[in-house]
């Protein structure tokens, strides 16, 4: 059994929804969840198994569902693009800057009743998955982490709010209690999950401002997911965001589980080790010539100089760790090209459909420099500006590929 531990960070949050979608379509059955401000929201409804109702609240998010402010003024706000000479912004901003000062902190009503309209009480105590969450008390200067036995029945909704009050926010009370946001003590709440023992923890780290308490048991197995993405501004409420945060999300945690491969594309059928060799070894002398010419190498008699030196160096040239294998310092050529060449990152891919796709680009390019009368080692040259020219490496070990692999 699985303890899924979710970190706070605002509208990253939604990137947890799109884990939430992976593990569904993984069979991962959790049994616990702990969370810290956003986090224990997303816990909240995933202890009463309410992803529909979780993907529609993020997929359709905007600012004034969070904060009682016009969405468009706070938005050109966080952009720094708010209009001076708009009379009837600069209005608006005024009486939201003297409401803050009035309330000592942003109005957060739309968020409460987020949280009342979407959050079942009565479900979460009657579930099989167990819900913590951690908040901190300013009135007693000490944090609170608790699990759903140990919340007093009517006040769970007040708990969730108290975990999330993000420092700016009005100052809240419970019990007669001031409180503030979790992440004030712990962002990602590990340790709380620990005490229930389970197997294993997914830990989901927003990568978002907060603290995070040492894990207590090193022992422990824990698999870590994080964005490969930047998720915007932990205010950034809105739906296109949020929506390709939730996409990435789901992405993220299929390569977490190894069903997806690749550094930084999402791969499947990725060539085996044993077919890179045979790939390898099909190489014709002339064609190994070709790539050396590019390092200014020349091809010995015997072949080991393609093993001892050649892949050494082209690894290098792809930014390859010492511990990378063939096959990933072939990934990254490939993913090399396809940054290059701008082929949108979050998708799924075959591995030899990607490397199509590259090879149609390349040939379109070479066939617009030929018209241009320039090789194209002449257009990548002027184009990069480097000596060793990096894109007609991979291009050249790309083009052998399809002939030596896709062409059989």
Same mark, same amino acid.
């Given at each position: 059994?699985?303890?899924?531990?979710?970190?706070?960070?605002?509208?990253?949050? $939604?990137?947890?929804?799109?884990?939430?979608?992976?593990?569904?379509?993984? @069979?991962?059955?959790?049994?616990?969840? %702990?969370?810290?401000?956003?986090?224990?929201?997303? +816990?909240?409804?995933?202890?009463?198994?309410?992803?529909?109702?979780?993907?529609?609240?993020?997929?359709?998010?905007?600012?004034?569902? #969070? #904060?009682?402010?016009?969405?468009?003024?706070?938005?050109?706000?966080?952009?720094?693009?708010?209009?001076?000479?708009?009379?009837?912004?600069?209005?608006?901003?005024?009486?939201?800057?003297?409401?803050?000062?009035?309330?000592?902190?942003?109005? #957060? %009503?739309?968020?409460?009743?987020?949280? @009342?309209? =979407? &959050?079942?009480?009565?479900?979460?105590?009657?579930?099989?998955?167990?819900?913590?969450?951690? %908040?901190?008390?300013? %009135?007693?200067?000490?944090?609170?982490?608790?699990?759903?036995?140990?919340?007093?029945?009517?006040?769970?909704?007040?708990?969730?709010?108290?975990?999330?009050?993000?420092?700016?926010?009005?100052?809240?009370?419970?019990? +007669?209690? /001031?409180?503030?946001?979790?992440?004030?003590?712990?962002?990602?709440?590990?340790?709380?999950? !620990?005490?229930?023992?389970?197997?294993? #923890?997914?830990?989901?780290?927003?990568?978002?401002?907060?603290?995070?308490?040492?894990?207590?048991?090193?022992? &422990?197995?824990?698999?870590?997911?994080?964005?490969?993405?930047?998720?915007?501004? !932990?205010?950034?409420?809105?739906?296109?965001?949020? =929506?390709?945060?939730?996409?990435?999300?789901?992405?993220?945690?299929?390569?977490?589980?190894?069903?997806?491969?690749?550094?930084?594309?999402?791969?499947?059928? &990725?060539?085996?080790?044993?077919?890179?060799?045979?790939?390898?070894?099909?190489?014709?002398?002339?064609?190994?010539?070709?790539?050396?010419?590019?390092?200014?190498?020349?091809?010995?008699?015997?072949?080991?100089?393609?093993?001892?030196?050649?892949?050494?160096?082209?690894?290098?040239?792809?930014?390859?760790?010492?511990?990378?294998?063939?096959?990933?310092?072939? &990934?990254?050529?490939?993913?090399?090209?396809?940054?290059?060449?701008?082929?949108? /990152?979050?998708?799924?891919?075959?591995? @030899?459909?990607?490397?199509?796709?590259?090879?149609?680009?390349?040939?379109?390019?070479?066939?617009? $420099?030929?018209?241009?009368?320039?090789?194209?080692?002449?257009?990548?040259?002027?184009?990069?500006?480097?000596?060793?020219?990096?894109?007609?490496?991979?291009?050249?070990?790309?083009?052998?590929?399809?002939?030596?692999?896709?062409?059989?």
């Amino acid at each position: 059994m699985y303890g899924l531990v979710l970190a706070g960070g605002g509208s990253k949050g $939604s990137y947890q929804i799109g884990v939430w979608k992976a593990l569904k379509e993984l @069979d991962i059955e959790i049994s616990v969840v %702990t969370g810290t401000s956003v986090g224990s929201i997303n +816990g909240a409804l995933i202890a009463q198994a309410a992803f529909e109702k979780a993907l529609d609240i993020w997929s359709n998010i905007s600012v004034d569902k #969070i #904060i009682n402010i016009d969405s468009q003024l706070f938005n050109e706000i966080l952009n720094f693009n708010i209009d001076i000479r708009d009379k009837k912004n600069m209005t608006q901003l005024l009486s939201h800057i003297d409401s803050f000062f009035k309330k000592k902190g942003l109005d #957060i %009503t739309p968020l409460q009743e987020l949280i @009342d309209k =979407n &959050i079942d009480e009565k479900r979460i105590r009657q579930s099989n998955i167990d819900f913590g969450l951690v %908040t901190v008390s300013l %009135t007693d200067k000490e944090a609170i982490e608790v699990f759903i036995d140990d919340i007093p029945k009517g006040k769970l909704n007040d708990y969730i709010l108290a975990s999330s009050y993000l420092p700016g926010f009005m100052p809240m009370k419970l019990d +007669g209690k /001031r409180f503030i946001d979790g992440g004030l003590y712990d962002n990602l709440p590990i340790n709380l999950m !620990i005490e229930k023992k389970v197997d294993k #923890i997914i830990a989901v780290d927003l990568k978002a401002i907060g603290k995070k308490q040492p894990v207590k048991d090193k022992e &422990i197995d824990i698999l870590y997911i994080s964005p490969s993405d930047d998720l915007g501004n !932990i205010l950034d409420f809105n739906a296109e965001r949020a =929506n390709k945060n939730i996409h990435l999300g789901y992405l993220d945690t299929l390569k977490a589980f190894e069903k997806l491969s690749g550094v930084k594309y999402y791969l499947k059928d &990725i060539p085996s080790l044993e077919e890179l060799f045979k790939y390898i070894n099909r190489l014709k002398r002339e064609e190994i010539e070709g790539v050396l010419k590019l390092f200014n190498m020349e091809l010995a008699k015997s072949n080991r100089i393609l093993y001892e030196k050649l892949i050494p160096k082209i690894a290098q040239l792809y930014d390859a760790k010492d511990e990378d294998d063939y096959d990933i310092v072939f &990934i990254k050529i490939v993913e090399y090209l396809a940054q290059h060449y701008e082929i949108e /990152r979050l998708e799924i891919y075959q591995f @030899d459909d990607l490397v199509n796709m590259i090879i149609s680009r390349i040939n379109q390019e070479r066939s617009e $420099s030929l018209s241009d009368s320039k090789t194209p080692l002449e257009v990548i040259k002027e184009k990069f500006n480097i000596n060793i020219p990096k894109d007609e490496v991979a291009k050249l070990i790309l083009k052998l590929y399809e002939e030596k692999v896709l062409s059989n």
